[in-house]
T-cell receptor
Framework: GDSVTQMEGPVTLSEEAFLTINCTYTATGYPSLFWYVQYPGEGLQLLLKATKADDKGSNKGFEATYRKETTSFHLEKGSVQVSDSAVYFCALIYNQGGKLIFGQGTELSVKP | NAGVTQTPKFHILKIGQSMTLQCTQDMNHNYMYWYRQDPGMGLKLIYYSVGAGITDKGEVPNGYNVSRSTTEDFPLRLELAAPSQTSVYFC????????FGQGTRLTVV
């Protein structure tokens, strides 16, 4: 079946460090891939998306590339800020049908 | 547009009581979902709907019921509340990417 696996958290970084959060997926079809962010006490917000292989999603300095050959969608940011502290969720969505599958979430803590 | 609206934001329920968590979306989305999120954990799918009149179980449906009589509304019913249902509940809707409500923080005591 379909599934999404993220790296274990929490991830603790110093401000301006490079961030990578790994996400791999198993899919029976051709899904779109998403990263969502959840700030403390809030719901999930869409961070970026990619709809097909080799697409790169980007937003607010974050990037992720849809890699079909490695079934991955790793989230990266060149220089994190304290305000990036949140929980990040990788997700897989099929355009047709109801499947919406999330990874377990990775908590990021950025220290000044 | 308001997006996805959940009510109430907070609620304390006694063991054995029942209540309905409300979820409304104004984006004319076909798909709607209910998740629960326990402290420090990811999202667990309770129920989902692919359109008005059609619902299906997710991973953790026991103790919950849903209905979808209109495109806009997808209420979640808790019957005979138990302490294990203490959680934060999120409703989401999508046509393509998903939009989430702000959550309902429910405590069962």
């Amino acid at each position: 079946g379909d599934s999404v696996t993220q790296m274990e958290g929490p991830v603790t970084l110093s401000e301006e460090a490079f961030l990578t959060i790994n996400c791999t997926y198993t899919a029976t079809g051709y899904p779109s891939l998403f990263w969502y962010v959840q700030y403390p006490g809030e719901g999930l917000q869409l961070l970026l998306k990619a709809t097909k292989a080799d697409d790169k999603g980007s937003n607010k300095g974050f990037e992720a590339t849809y890699r079909k050959e490695t079934t991955s969608f790793h989230l990266e940011k060149g220089s994190v800020q304290v305000s990036d502290s949140a929980v990040y969720f990788c997700a897989l969505i099929y355009n047709q049908g109801g499947k919406l599958i999330f990874g377990q979430g990775t908590e990021l803590s950025v220290k000044p | 547009n308001a997006g996805v609206t959940q009510t109430p934001k907070f609620h304390i329920l006694k063991i054995g009581q029942s209540m309905t968590l409300q979820c409304t979306q104004d984006m004319n989305h076909n798909y709607m979902y209910w998740y629960r999120q326990d402290p420090g954990m990811g999202l667990k799918l309770i129920y989902y709907s692919v359109g008005a009149g059609i619902t299906d179980k997710g991973e953790v449906p026991n103790g919950y019921n849903v209905s979808r009589s209109t495109t806009e509304d997808f209420p979640l019913r808790l019957e005979l509340a138990a302490p294990s249902q203490t959680s934060v509940y999120f409703c989401a809707s999508r046509q393509y990417e998903a939009f989430f409500g702000q959550g309902t923080r429910l405590t069962v005591v």
